[in-house]
């Protein structure tokens, strides 16, 4: 299905100085798109001395008189080129987050907030409904790698004979805590 795109718009945003890819972050249709509708419109690409001119008075270029006030325009969202990165997720399911030593695992971010403790290399993160990407507290349980691998261990063995150790194991951890 085709969304309609308001053509004269477009060109009149362009005609005011927008660059193609500022009417792009706009109106959510591709620079690509913007060029074409400019051509069927009659209205030719600018030089490069125009896009010059345009950017230093947009105050986009470095040696802009008005820095502070221009370039406020031009930070955040209103970058054409800004991608929203707060936290992603790859193939593996985990979401990691930015923080200020780098890209971390979420769940090993609220666990070390809520204990209000760094967390060592040998504790790991164990989702208590199997879910990777819910990182409630209380889905959290804290355990060391060598637990974390028995758990999982105990939980292949339930699955192919059917019989469930697992809370041996959850006792004796609760018991050693």
Do not use: Q
Request: aromatic share 6%.
């Amino acid at each position: 299905m085709f969304r309609k795109i308001d053509e004269s718009k477009i060109v009149k945003m362009y005609l005011a100085g927008e660059s193609a890819l500022t009417i792009e972050k706009k109106t959510k249709v591709s620079y690509k798109t913007v060029y074409r509708i400019l051509e069927r419109n009659g209205v030719g690409r600018r030089d490069n001395s125009e896009k010059t001119i345009n950017a230093f008075l947009k105050g986009r270029m470095k040696h802009s008189k008005l820095p502070e006030i221009a370039r406020k325009n031009w930070l955040g969202n209103n970058n054409p080129r800004f991608k929203n990165v707060g936290s992603k997720r790859f193939s593996h399911e985990y979401i990691l987050i930015k923080t200020l030593h780098g890209w971390v695992n979420e769940e090993r971010d609220i666990a070390s907030k809520c204990l209000n403790r760094p967390l060592s290399m040998n504790e790991t993160i164990h989702h208590i409904n199997g879910k990777k990407d819910d990182n409630r507290p209380e889905n959290l349980y804290l355990m060391t790698r060598a637990e974390h691998k028995a758990w999982h261990v105990l939980d292949n063995l339930r699955k192919k004979s059917g019989v469930d150790i697992r809370p041996k194991l959850i006792s004796n951890l609760k018991n050693k805590n």
